[in-house]
């Protein structure tokens, strides 16, 4: 009966969210589990869910680009007609 509730508050605490926020949940949800699994340890699921997070808002939204002004800010608006439409995702560390 626990596992049937946790689930179904899990499920109607997603149903709110938007698509990219969707995709950066179940990235970090995937990526902590891989991470947790591969290295059995917390630090590597937290790297996990990190990176997961990052590809999973990134590939949320196809046909969108990040760009920065000349202040650094971040902003997401249209690809360029002529750019190819594959994802390009850089991690640093």
Known sequence: MYKA????LAGLTVAGCT???KGAAIGAT????IGGVLSNNVRGAAIGAAIGGVLGAVAAQPGQCYYRDRYGRRFIDD???DYRT????????
């Open 5 to 8: 509730i946790v689930v179904l």
């Open 19 to 21: 698509q990219t926020e």
């Open 79 to 81: 690809c360029p007609r």
């Open 86 to 93: 594959r994802t390009k995702v850089v991690v640093r560390m």
């Open 30 to 33: 995937s990526g902590a589990i």
